[in-house]
């Protein structure tokens, strides 16, 4: 087994004995050929690991402290445990895969992260290696790029289409573009683009954020996306920027379109956002309006993609106000193929035209979009269960005569027993808690709400690079 391991290799798993003796162990896991090959740390696979973001102090400290201790003594001949032995296969197949004759550090290291289980598994996720971003490093160091210096990650197959593009509504997308961004957002959260690989995206670029309407997971998603993508974001409050006062939105726009790459921009009207699209030359993102929230949109369906697999034929129920959350999600079932529903008083349904044009959309898809006043009937076998505040900011003059009338729309425990027993709950938060929602429901297993609120930065983060990288 040992006669192709270059010298390098060998250290590793002598180290690997040496520290499963160390754990009192009689045989060498997973975890020792880890721990052996972060003591290797000037090796190629220490290197990659760096690349990655990845620090080998922690490693080591991580392993050493989830590992159990065994009783056992040293051997003369210690024994792979069958995870090693499967690592060790994995090395040989990534070795060959690159058309290696020689199973060195990096193979280990390769044969880990395929292994992936286990603590060794859970520590190298924690630290952002991850495979594919592996990969890519060590086969540009093979083509005689040094590391540090490996090639960017390729980007989606159809990422032209939304390049230099704004991202205003859903309605303007199709569901390739909508894949398109789930397919990154899913590249980027999983590490697959290893964090060094990422802060190189949009290096040197600067994200613009206007804000008629303060938010907490906004701002941050996009300062600390922007961060982590290499770039700089510009927090600019009502007092620095007054679109349609001080100057016009236009010349505002063209201003902007000068100093910076990328506008996001949350308002209370969504006319602004489609003036600012229109001037500005450089691509807009929608961060709120009184149309549509299509960042909080992505964030809710990407978490349902996590949470159920898939999109087509699950169903949305939607219970509350039929204001600009519902109805970004209403527009994106429709383009995934998933069936939606909404439930709220007469009088608050969403937009006329937004739901004919979600029926329209639904027709290509097999969705069924259904608006009704029943939350029973809105709920009965849904895969998701989502709700909102019921009156959003700037609505706060109607907020005691909306208590009244959404009441029964209150999303409580016994209306989730008309969900399947399976189904889970969303909201965008914050939450008005004993209003829209209960403890009961926002705190039980069922709810996904801090899933959303972290994907909103994944989100984001490949919209921005698609429009912008």
């Not at 060998?10 to 020792?32: C, D, K, M, P």
């Not at 859970?122 to 540009?140: C, D």
């Not at 290509?364 to 009937?377: K, M």
């Amino acid at each position: 087994m040992w006669l192709r391991f270059t010298e390098r290799a060998r250290r590793i798993v002598f180290f690997a004995q040496e520290e499963a003796g160390r754990l009192g162990e009689n045989e060498v896991s997973a975890e020792h050929l880890l721990l052996g090959l972060v003591r290797e740390n000037d090796c190629v696979a220490a290197k990659v690991l760096k690349q990655m973001g990845a620090s080998l102090t922690a490693i080591r400290a991580e392993v050493d402290n989830q590992v159990p201790r065994g009783d056992g003594r040293i051997g003369d001949e210690m024994q792979l445990t069958a995870r090693a032995k499967r690592v060790i296969d994995l090395a040989y197949d990534e070795a060959r895969n690159l058309n290696n004759n020689h199973i060195g550090s990096e193979h280990l290291l390769l044969g880990l992260l395929r292994e992936g289980e286990g603590v060794s598994g859970q520590v190298l996720s924690a630290q952002h290696a991850g495979l594919e971003a592996a990969r890519r490093i060590i086969a540009g160091f093979q083509d005689g790029k040094p590391i540090g210096d490996a090639p960017a990650a390729a980007p989606p197959a159809n990422a032209h289409l939304l390049h230099g593009r704004d991202f205003v509504a859903i309605a303007d997308h199709s569901k390739e573009e909508l894949n398109a961004i789930f397919d990154l957002t899913r590249r980027l959260k999983n590490k697959e683009i290893g964090v060094l690989e990422q802060r190189r995206i949009l290096e040197g670029k600067t994200l613009a954020m206007i804000f008629e309407k303060p938010s907490l997971r906004t701002r941050v998603s996009f300062e600390v996306g922007m961060f982590q993508l290499g770039g700089h974001a510009l927090y600019l409050q009502p007092s620095d920027i007054q679109l349609g006062k001080r100057e016009t939105i236009a010349d505002g726009a063209r201003t902007l379109e000068r100093m910076v790459d990328i506008i996001m921009a949350r308002t209370f009207a969504h006319s602004t956002i489609t003036e600012l699209a229109k001037y500005a030359g450089v691509p807009v993102i929608n961060g709120l309006s009184d149309l549509e929230h299509p960042c909080q949109a992505l964030a809710d369906f990407y978490t349902i993609l996590e949470h159920k697999g898939k999109f087509e034929g699950l169903k949305l129920a939607f219970v509350g106000d039929g204001n600009n959350v519902s109805q970004s999600l209403m527009l994106l079932a429709a383009k995934v193929g998933m069936h939606f529903a909404i439930a709220c008083p007469e009088g608050y349904e969403p937009q006329f035209e937004v739901t004919e044009l979600a029926r329209k959309c639904a027709a290509q898809t097999g969705a069924e979009i259904v608006v009704t006043h029943d939350p029973i009937e809105a709920v009965k076998d849904a895969d998701v269960v989502e709700t909102d505040v019921w009156a959003s900011m700037g609505m706060e003059s109607e907020a005691t005569e909306r208590e009244k009338v959404f009441r029964p729309f209150q999303v409580n425990a016994e209306l989730m027993k008309h969900a399947r027993p399976d189904a889970i709950f969303e909201h965008c938060l914050p939450a008005h808690r004993g209003s829209e929602v209960t403890d009961e429901v926002i705190d039980s297993p069922q709810s996904v709400v801090f899933d959303e609120a972290e994907n909103r930065l994944h989100v984001q983060k490949a919209v921005m690079v698609l429009v912008a990288g």
